[in-house]
């Protein structure tokens, strides 16, 4: 079945994947794409309407990025949001000017002529915005349809060629019926069903799935993490005993995490899961090893040689599952940028595994909705909402040499700090949030014996993205009890400090 789809085309703004996650959660799926589609592509593609995101430019530079004028005359609706915005009424003939002044931040605007746009919303309200040009003159047939106090036009439009122009930010939060203007859009002036829910999103994927890889071997390698596990719970309901899924077990998980695994996936969902217990291997590599990029190495490249190992069991297979996400496939359409760690994940297998297609259940979804689903498919919160876990494991945060005695002291800190914060019911607020083991040892007393013993770091950030990141304001009443029950019930652990730098210009790993 063919979903009512949203064009959203990117002029490089930073919220754009906000903007099409919004209007996914508002029941209406829609893509991302760069903003130099062209109108026939556009035309094929047959959206239910185009949003323009913001960018970083003026309409005036040079380089700016333009529309073909025609896009606007296809009688698709259209919204335009900031850069968005100014660029509809600059191609209609309307006029944009530099403000006085730049404006960033919360503002008061107040409709003044009712629109689709404005049902539901009151008279006045708070936006986000945060430009320096706004349209000054709308285009020949438009009306004003909102002002702030410093820029006249916030809202503008036409219901007849249903075109729309916002200069505020609906996208984020602090617009405070940002969403509802959005739905309005959706709804009100593109006439959207709401077909996108998760639940027929995996009904149709199962379907679909059964239909291509209909008895055929198929291959997944799981390591635990949101987007694997729930490609493999998806794959598993089309392919069933079909499906082999080969969990490699580095040693390097937090505690109690791979024998979950196990207890879900094996026993719960009744899977065809291979355990590849291949901690002592990987400890006995890292040995010595103390430089971060160098254990890293280590670890991906161990990692494909155990998986390797594994698929040479299983033989020659149809389909090798991957847990791609729609930011993957987004992201990747784009330059790389200085490589500040080398990130281990499941990308180099197919190189290892003997198969003729690569199957990507998830290419289309937000990690939100990704977990959506998985909860759909009855995996529990602990699996579903799992916090994201770099590949090397617990080795990038255990500073210097990877023992077993760290290793040990690590996990056993980590877990008390984990269960003290979804204790305390801040677990879905803070983004990551776990111990590291730092290469430091100071003196302590403990029972009135002078100790000398490691310090543990906590660490905890908030984040939208992972890109950058501030730490968590923890209530000291909790970092109290933490660092409490980590000195006494954890051995070799006689202090505790807590991180307080952002990112940047720290990284949310200590390596
Ligand atoms: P940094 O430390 O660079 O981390 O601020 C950003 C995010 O990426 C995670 N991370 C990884 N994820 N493989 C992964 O899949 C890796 O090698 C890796 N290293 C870091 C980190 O936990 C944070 O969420």
Same mark, same amino acid.
């Given at each position: 079945?063919?979903? !009512?789809?949203?064009?959203? #085309?990117? $002029?490089?703004? !930073? @919220?754009?994947?906000?903007?099409?996650?919004?209007?996914?959660?508002?029941?209406?799926?829609?893509?991302?794409? /760069?903003?130099?589609?062209?109108?026939?592509?556009?035309? %094929? @593609?047959?959206?239910?309407?185009?949003?323009?995101?913001?960018?970083?430019?003026?309409? @005036?530079?040079? *380089? %700016?990025?333009?529309?073909?004028?025609?896009?606007?005359?296809?009688?698709?609706?259209? #919204?335009?949001?900031? +850069?968005?915005c100014q660029l509809i009424a600059h191609t209609l003939g309307g006029r944009v000017e530099r403000a006085a002044q730049s404006e960033y931040g919360k503002r008061e605007f107040s409709f003044v002529k009712a629109s689709p746009l404005s049902e539901g919303i009151p008279a006045a309200s708070v936006c986000w915005m945060s430009h320096t040009d706004h349209v000054t003159e709308v285009p020949q047939g438009f009306a004003v349809l909102a002002s702030t106090e410093s820029c006249p036009?916030?809202? +503008?439009?036409?219901?007849?060629?249903?075109? +729309?122009?916002?200069?505020?930010?609906? &996208?984020?939060?602090?617009?405070? @019926?940002?969403?509802?203007?959005? &739905?309005? $859009?959706?709804?009100?002036?593109?006439? %959207?069903?709401?077909?996108?829910?998760?639940?027929n999103f995996v009904a149709e994927q199962v379907a679909a799935l059964k239909e291509k890889l209909g008895g055929k071997r198929v291959l997944c390698a799981m390591s635990g993490g949101v987007d694997s596990a729930v490609a493999a719970a998806l794959v598993h309901r089309a392919a069933g005993d079909n499906l082999t899924c080969v969990f490699v077990d580095h040693g390097l998980?937090?505690?109690?995490? /791979?024998?979950?695994?196990?207890?879900? $996936?094996?026993?719960?969902?009744?899977?065809?899961?291979?355990?590849a217990d291949a901690g002592e291997r990987f400890l006995t590599k890292l040995e010595g090893v103390s430089e971060p990029e160098q254990k890293r190495k280590i670890i991906g490249a161990e990692f494909i040689k155990v998986f390797?190992?594994? *698929?040479?069991?299983?033989? *020659?297979?149809?389909?090798?599952?991957?847990?791609?996400? +729609?930011?993957?496939?987004?992201? /990747?359409?784009?330059?790389?940028?200085?490589?500040?760690? /080398?990130?281990?994940?499941?990308?180099g297998l197919p190189s290892v595994v003997d198969f003729k297609e690569i199957v990507e259940p998830l290419r289309d979804l937000f990690k939100d909705e990704v977990r959506r689903v998985g909860t759909e498919l009855g995996l529990p919160e602990s699996v579903v909402q799992r916090q994201p876990f770099p590949g090397p494991g617990l080795a990038i945060r255990i500073m210097g040499e990877v023992t077993? &005695?760290?290793?040990?002291?690590?996990?056993?800190?980590?877990?008390? $700090?984990? &269960?003290?914060? %979804?204790?305390?019911g801040l677990n879905r607020e803070i983004w990551q949030y776990f111990a590291v083991i730092t290469n430091s040892k100071t003196v302590g007393v403990q029972g009135d014996f002078r100790t000398y013993e490691n310090v543990i770091a906590l660490r905890a950030v908030t984040s939208v993205d992972a890109m950058t990141a501030d730490w968590a304001r923890i209530p000291f009443d909790v970092l109290e009890r933490i660092s409490t029950r980590i000195t006494n019930e954890v051995p070799h652990a006689n202090r505790i400090v807590y991180d307080i730098t952002s990112k940047p210009p720290a990284t949310i790993e200590w390596e």
């Open positions: 079945m063919q979903h !009512q789809r949203v064009l959203v #085309l990117d $002029f490089g703004g !930073q @919220y754009n994947q906000l903007i099409a996650r919004r209007v996914r959660d508002l029941g209406v799926y829609c893509d991302l794409k /760069s903003c130099d589609m062209t109108v026939e592509a556009i035309r %094929a @593609y047959d959206p239910i309407g185009i949003i323009f995101t913001g960018g970083p430019n003026s309409v @005036y530079d040079p *380089a %700016a990025p333009q529309i073909d004028g025609e896009i606007l005359a296809l009688g698709i609706p259209v #919204l335009g949001i900031c +850069y968005g036009v916030t809202v +503008y439009g036409s219901a007849e060629r249903r075109i +729309y122009g916002v200069q505020f930010h609906p &996208e984020v939060v602090h617009s405070e @019926y940002g969403n509802k203007l959005l &739905e309005n $859009f959706l709804y009100q002036v593109c006439g %959207a069903k709401g077909d996108w829910t998760m639940k998980l937090r505690k109690g995490e /791979s024998e979950e695994v196990m207890t879900v $996936f094996k026993e719960g969902l009744g899977m065809n899961l291979v355990r390797e190992a594994e *698929a040479k069991k299983i033989g *020659a297979v149809d389909f090798l599952v991957q847990g791609t996400i +729609y930011p993957d496939v987004i992201e /990747s359409g784009k330059d790389k940028s200085a490589v500040i760690k /080398s990130h281990h994940n499941v990308g077993r &005695e760290k290793l040990a002291t690590l996990r056993e800190a980590d877990f008390i $700090f984990r &269960e003290e914060i %979804a204790k305390a």
